[in-house]
Structures are given as C-alpha cells and as structure tokens.
C-alpha cells in the first residue's frame, strides 16, 4: 500500500481503535497519541529475510502478550508484515484470535510464523533426547493450523536448539522438511535462546533452514562472538529475526525504572544482518513508537546513556544470559538458566502464568536451595542466584486462576 493510501487507511482503522480503547483492559492509547501518529506516519525500513527473498519491515510482531485483535488489525494496517505465534500461547487462545483477525484479510496481506514446544529436550545440556517426541510436535502444528484456520503458515520453527547436535538432531530435522515438503509451511527456521552462537552456525550448516530466530540485545556479553555468527547464518543465505531485544524490559526487580525499549530495539537493528526484530508490542502506543523509531534507527548519544553503553559497570538488569555456566557449579544441579527466564517473565513482562509454566520446566523442588549453606554460584552477570530462585519458586504456589490470563 502507498503511503499516501495508507495514512488515510489508518485514519479510517484508527477511528475503530480509539473506540475501542475506551474499554477498560483493551488496547491502552489516548486520542492524542492517534491523532500525533497519524499526522507523524512513517515510511517503514524494509529488510530482505535472507534466501526466502521477502521483503519484511525491521519490525514484526511477537503475540504472545496479546489478546485483543484490534491491535493485530491496527499492527497489519500500519504496514507490520511477519507475526509470530504458537501454540502454546494462550493454550491455543492466541492461535484462535489471530485466526479471527486473518479470515478478513487476504492471505498475501501477512506471514505468520508459528511453532509448538518440542518435548523431550534436556535443557542443561542444550539437546533433544527423544525420537519420538516428532509425534507430537506434529499434532501440536496440525492442530494449530486448524485454529488459524489457515493451510500452511509461511514459517514453521523448531524452538530451543541450542548445541550443534539439538539443530542436526535428525528426527526433527526430517519433520521439519517434511512439513515444507507437504506444503504445510513455505519455509523452516530454528529459534535459540542458549548456546545461541553455536546453534546459528548449525543452523546455517544443514543447508536446510531458511532462518534462524535468536535472542539478540544490547546485554549480550559476547556480542563479538554473536555478530560473528549471525554473519556467518546470513552470508549463507539465513534470514535473521532478533528477539529478547528489550532484555527484560526493566533495569529492576520493582518495575521502577524501565529500560529505553526504542533504544533497544535500534541497538538490534544497527546490525544490518538482522532482518527484523520480534516486538512483543501489546499496546496501541508501543506499536506506534515502533513505527516511528524506524525513521531514523541511529543511537543517540542519548540512547546509549541510556542502555549503559558506555559504562564499565554496567547493570545486568533481569536479563540471564542463558550461558549455564551456572549448572555445574549447582550441587543439586538446578535448571538455573530456566528459573532465571521464568523469573524475567514474571517482573520484566508481567507474564505471571508464562513465568509459572517457565518455572514447571525447571522442575525445582518445593523450598529451593535449603540444602546449601550459602550459594557458592560465580554468576556471569553478577546475579545473586540463590535470592532469585527463592523469590520465583514462590509462584508454584499460586493457583492458576489468580494469575493474569
Ligand atoms: S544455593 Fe541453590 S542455586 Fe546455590 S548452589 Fe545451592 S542449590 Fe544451587
Ligand atoms: S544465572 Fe548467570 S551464570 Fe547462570 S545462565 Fe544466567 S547469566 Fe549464566
């Protein structure tokens, strides 16, 4: 869509939005805000997602948090091409939403990506361990794809690859073929959270994945290491979709003091082999702030004040960098790097009920760390792991039903 026709298009959507923002708990925007967008819409920085050749805008959408369609329609009218779900956001909830919003709009008008939760994973070690855990996966896509309502998706991934073997594991490196074979997706990609560096470059060596979906932020301690991955993924061709961009979205525990989310996002971006950032966007002004930021995506000096680039000491915030240099250092072995996400989602995104099923994962006992005298754990940021784990493992006392759906 031209610019010109779309500026009017959103003028016309937004009407539908504003209204719907005076409910409460719905999309979160004042009127002024519409009406400063409207009259400040930018055009969008568009990438090429490696081989697949799509041209996408640096920004997508990650729905996790969302549950209001308004929002993914306002997102679709601004220009946001690539959402991402799965399924199991929402228990399939948010499958189904995306489903109502995609039946009135025409198929090329948006990507979706989806994936499901791989059983059978031994996350300390950062590998698959069980063969048959395809069957699964499989029915998990199948049964997603009916949610949608949709045929195929553009992209299917294969989520929580981690060492080289989990990426080369081949009965999910077959199911996933498979699924581009029958048609069921038009693209395949792997997403890592962990051993991040190693999975990219497995990712690019099986000469069979179309992309790779990595946690890439403005914390990551081996950002040279990193770079030098996602430059190798993309010379061979890899698309490139950062996320985890915000890194916790706040400096502390209390939610005080929030980190710079633009900045955030710009710092991804300046790396030019990353096609586009996933944004876990879930209100009306974080979109529009997204759109705009991508008229100029140079830092500020500003800016990197703002996400301590430059200082000696900086403050790790509530990001885990998902290292495990932890897990041997624990005698009891604990899946730190699991309770250390769980307990991000839980104060950094507000996502209590995605905390407590991160937290099932780990599978830490009741009244963690009392077998220890004191915690001994030399954490790579600095985090005093034994006082998190004990604040986190309290929420696998609250009942589901009192967490924020
Ligand atoms: S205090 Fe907890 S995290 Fe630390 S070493 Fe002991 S069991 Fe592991
Ligand atoms: S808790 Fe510390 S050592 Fe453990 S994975 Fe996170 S950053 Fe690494």
Redesign the pocket.
Known sequence: METNQRREFLKKSLLGISAACLLPGVVNASTDMVAFQLSGQQDLVYRTLGKTGLKIPGISMGTSNINNPNLIRAAMDYGIKLFTTSSYYGEGNNELMLGEVFRSRSRDSFLIATSSRPEGMDRQAGIFTDPNAVYKYVEDIEEGLKRLGLNYVDILFLPFTAKRESVFFEPFLRMMENFKTQGKTRFIGTTTH?FCEEAIRAAADTGLYDMVLTSYNFQT?NVSEMNDAIAYAANAGLGIIGMKSQAGGFWDRERTKPINSRATIKWVLQNENVTTVLSGMSTLEQLQQNIALMANLKLTEQEMNDLQLTSANRN?GL?????????P?CPNNYD??T??RSYMYAYGYNDLRYAKKTLGYAKIPANPCNSCDKCN???????D?RT?IQDIARLNDVPNEFLRA
Do not use: A, L, N
């Not at 990001?319 to 897990?327: A, G, L, P, T």
């Not at 754990?377 to 985090?383: A, S």
């Open positions: 962990s301690e790790p990001y885990c960098q998902q290292c495990s240099r932890c897990i250092q730190i790097p309770v250390m754990i030399d954490c790579t940021v600095g985090f792991v998190k």
